[in-house]
C-alpha cells in the first residue's frame, strides 16, 4: 500500500519515509521545492520504484494536498515549522494549523484513505507548574496558547511554539469530529518530546541541523557546550525518544486498529543534557576517536536532576505493542556520534 509523507525532506520524516520503505510500502513524499526534493532521491535510491516525490508549495493553501492525496492508502502529517526564531506566534502557528486543516480537508471523500496520522508534540500536552507532574494523553497545554493570546509577540519562543503544536493538534481533532460521515479514514496522533538521533536528510553542516539534533550537537559535542551554562545542562531537562523510534511507531501507528481515534505519547525517558555528555564520554571504545575535545560538563550532576515533567508513555506501549523498544541513551548517543564522525 502506499503512504503520503507531508515534509519528506524534515529530519524525523526522512526516517519515516525509510522505515515505510524497509517494511515494504510504496511512499509519495511532498516538499515544498523540486530542489529540496533531489537529495532525497539521492538517498532512497534504492526504492526508485517505490518512492516518489510531489511539490507542495504552500500547505497552507486550501486544496494543496488535492492532487498528492490521491490514491494513498495512509498519510503521515509531520510538516511543520519546528524553530524559536518566529517574531509573529502566526509564523508558527498558520503553517501548524491550517496545514493540517488543509491535508484533512483534501482527505475527505477520497476513498483509499484509511488512517492518517499527524505528528503532534508534547509540546501540546505539558505546562510549567511549580510542582513535578506526570502528564499523559489526558494534558492539553491550554498554558501556552493563553501566553501567545496574552502577549503575543511578546510572549516566549517556547510558547509561541508549542501554542502551534496544541491549536494544530487541536484544529484535527475538531475537524476529525465533525467530518464523521465523508471520510474513511481515522486518525492518530503522535505526541514525541525532543526527538535526538542520527540524520538521514540533507545535511550540509552541523548549523543545518535541526532544532532538536542541532541543540543535542551544541550540548553534548561543542567543546564550550554551545555556550550553555553548567546550570542549563544540568537543570534544564526534557523528554526525549530516538528519531527511529518515532519513525517506527508512525508505522506501527498505520497498522494497529486500536491506535484509531487515540493520542499516543511516546517517549524514551527524561533527560537534562549532563546525562548525555557522561554517556558520550563513558562510551568504549569511542565512536568519534578524531576529536576527544568533547566537553566534560559536571560529571555524574544529572542523577540530582529532579525533574518536573515526567511522561508517562504506557498507553502507546500498550496500543504499538512490543515491536516498540526504545533506544537506550548509550545507543542513541553512540549512533549520534559515529553519524557525525562520519561526516567529518
Ligand atoms: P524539521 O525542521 O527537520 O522538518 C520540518 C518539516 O516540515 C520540513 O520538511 C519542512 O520543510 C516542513 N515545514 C516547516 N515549515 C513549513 C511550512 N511553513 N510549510 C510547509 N512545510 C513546512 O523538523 P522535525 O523533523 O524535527 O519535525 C517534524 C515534525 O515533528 C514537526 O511537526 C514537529 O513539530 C514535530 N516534532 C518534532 C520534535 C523534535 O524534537 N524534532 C519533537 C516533537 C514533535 P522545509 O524543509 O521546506 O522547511
Not at 542549563?232 to 508512525?250: F, S, Y
Not at 576529536?291 to 502507546?316: C, E, N, Q, R
Amino acid at each position: 500500500s502506499k503512504v503520503l509523507v507531508t515534509g519528506a525532506n524534515g529530519f524525523i520524516a526522512a526516517w519515516v519515509v525509510r522505515t515505510l520503505l524497509e517494511k515494504g510500502y510504496a511512499v509519495r513524499g511532498t516538499v515544498r521545492s523540486e530542489e529540496k526534493g533531489e537529495p532525497l532521491k539521492k538517498i532512497f535510491a534504492d526504492y526508485k520504484d517505490k518512492f516518489e516525490i510531489v511539490v507542495v508549495e504552500d500547505i497552507t493553501k486550501e486544496g494543496a494536498f488535492d492532487e498528492a492525496v490521491k490514491g494513498v492508502d495512509a498519510i503521515e502529517h509531520t510538516a511543520s515549522p519546528f524553530h524559536f526564531k518566529a517574531d509573529d506566534p502566526q509564523e508558527l502557528i498558520g503553517p501548524a494549523v491550517n496545514g493540517t486543516r488543509s491535508i484533512l480537508k483534501s482527505a475527505l471523500n477520497k476513498s483509499s484513505i484509511r488512517r492518517i496520522v499527524v505528528t503532534s508534540s508534547t509540546a501540546a500536552i505539558i505546562a510549567t507548574l511549580p510542582e513535578p507532574k506526570v502528564f499523559s494523553e489526558l494534558d492539553w497545554n491550554e498554558q501556552a496558547i493563553e501566553e501567545v493570546k496574552k502577549q503575543g509577540k511578546n510572549a516566549s519562543q517556547a510558547a509561541k511554539y508549542r501554542a502551534s503544536k496544541t491549536l494544530a493538534e487541536k484544529a484535527a481533532w475538531e475537524f476529525y469530529e465533525a467530518s464523521n460521515t465523508n471520510r474513511s479514514w481515522d486518525l492518530v496522533v503522535l505526541n514525541p518530546p525532543y526527538v535526538f538521533g542520527p540524520v538521514i536528510h540533507d545535511v550540509s553542516s552541523p548549523s543545518a541541523l535541526g532544532t532538536s539534533a542541532g541543540d543535542w550537537y551544541n550540548s553534548v559535542v561543542r567543546p564550550d557546550m554551545g555556550g550553555k551554562t553548567l546550570e542549563v545542562i544540568t537543570t534544564v531537562g526534557g523528554g526525549w525518544v530516538d528519531v527511529r523510534d518515532i519513525a517506527l511507531a508512525h508505522v506501527l501507528a498505520l497498522q494497529k486498529n486500536e491506535a484509531g481515534g487515540e493520542r499516543l505519547l511516546i517517549s524514551k525517558g527524561e533527560f537534562v543534557y549532563q546525562d548525555f555528555i557522561d554517556t558520550a564520554n563513558a562510551l568504549s571504545p569511542s565512536p568519534i576517536p578524531s576529536h576527544t575535545d568533547l566537553p566534560k560538563g559536571k560529571p555524574g550532576a544529572g542523577k540530582d536532576f529532579v525533574p518536573k515533567i515526567v511522561y508517562d508513555p504506557s498507553k502507546a506501549s500498550k496500543i504499538l505493542g512490543p515491536e516498540l523498544v526504545y533506544h537506550t541513551i548509550e545507543e542513541t548517543t553512540r549512533d549520534i556520534l559515529a553519524d557525525f564522525e562520519k561526516r567529518g
